[in-house]
């Protein structure tokens, strides 16, 4: 049986909901491909990023295969959307599927679907599970080391034998696990950790309600920093310290560089953010997708390897993340192009700005 073939047999069944008879090894992942091919984009939600990971990975995807099309979706943040939206590419006959996964654990059937179908998936940025063929992230370990280290640093002489909070991630997300081991391996035996937080959903909402807790529990006058797995956290949790009235705030941290926490970092409300440069692994998705779809192993693109709960040993890009603080940024994220300054120093922000030496 072809590969056309087999995929659509395999599409068939996935609507049906039933299921799927694996095709023959010569079809499944690696299978030789010439000429065009179609790769499929599935990113989780709207955030600050996805605009530049579509464009990115489109933009690499064409200059590695100028005969190549992308087909793209947006999940919203919604599993059940993502599994929908997975499911319509192996009915359109896709070759290669790029997925950023909404739900890493839930995601398993339908990367099991896509396996049966004979299309290779490139899991990028979360570690989905099922059978994924190559991966690329940046080293979670490595950001969560980034993120303790810079707040030991901004507690000064509190950096041995404070009191911090860690407002980790969501259990759902692998990566989220990740930075709390790379931070925890920084921050145990240096500080107390008063209130830890395995926050659902990585919502703000949510951070807000945890740091409400925290100070509650702990005491205004107790919290000598916060350990905040990203930017979106770090937004709940500075408007609860602020709700709480404390002042000064205690240093927080963060990831992502979104353009609300770069203008918190010049404004001194957030200390640090940790920024994964956009181009790298989007650039990087895109090579080992091309790779698969020529029916190429990636022994040559991915030197490291991971593995999920239901695969060992996936070929990986573990790329490197890059601490932003206020001295920093015009070095960084407005150097690539992320932010402007003129995006960054609104009205509101322009007297911190200019401190900050944020001028054009």
């Known amino acids: 049986m072809n590969a056309h073939v087999c995929r659509a047999v395999a599409a068939a069944v996935v609507t049906a909901a039933v299921g799927l008879t694996a095709c023959g090894e010569a079809d499944g992942p690696g299978a030789s491909r010439e000429g065009a091919f179609t790769i499929g984009l599935l990113l989780p939600g709207a955030g600050g990023r996805e605009h530049q990971d579509r464009s990115l990975t489109e933009a690499k995807i064409k200059e590695l295969c100028g005969n190549c099309s992308m087909q793209y979706a947006n999940a919203r943040d919604d599993a059940a959307t993502q599994r929908q939206q997975i499911d319509s590419m192996i009915t359109k006959g896709v070759d290669v599927l790029i997925l950023e996964a909404v739900d890493p654990k839930a995601m398993r059937s339908s990367v099991e679907a896509a396996r049966q179908a004979g299309i290779p998936v490139v899991a990028y940025d979360r570690l989905a599970e099922g059978p994924i063929s190559g991966y690329v992230t940046f080293d979670g370990a490595r950001v969560g080391r980034i993120q303790a280290e810079a707040l030991l640093k901004s507690m000064g002489a509190k950096a041995h034998g404070g009191q911090i909070v860690m407002m980790n991630g969501a259990t759902t997300d692998p990566n989220a696990g990740w930075f709390k081991h ?5 921050l145990k035996g240096k500080v107390k950790i008063g ?8 919502r703000a909402q949510n951070a807000y309600n945890n740091m409400v807790g925290a100070i509650a529990a702990l005491g205004a006058d107790n919290i000598d920093g916060v350990y905040a797995a990203n930017d979106n956290l770090a937004s709940g949790v500075i408007a609860a310290l602020k709700a709480a009235k404390i002042k000064p705030l205690p240093p927080v941290t963060g990831q992502d560089a979104d353009l609300r926490a770069v203008q918190r970092i010049v404004s001194g409300d957030q200390y640090m953010t940790v920024y994964k440069p956009f181009r790298p692994e989007a650039s990087t998705a895109a090579e080992m997708a091309v790779a698969l779809g020529r029916g190429e192993k990636l022994g040559a693109i991915a030197k490291d390897r991971v593995s999920s709960p239901t695969t060992k040993d996936i070929p990986a ?11 920093n940024i015009k070095g960084t994220v407005v150097k690539d192009g992320v932010h402007t300054i003129d995006q960054i120093c609104t009205p509101e922000f322009r007297s911190a700005c200019k401190k900050a030496g944020l001028t054009p």
Request: hydrophobic content about 45%.
């Open 195 to 202: 209130r830890s937080y395995d926050t659902v959903e990585w």
């Open 317 to 327: 890009v573990l790329l490197t993340p890059v601490s932003v603080t206020a001295d």
């Open 182 to 186: 790379g931070a925890l391996s920084v």
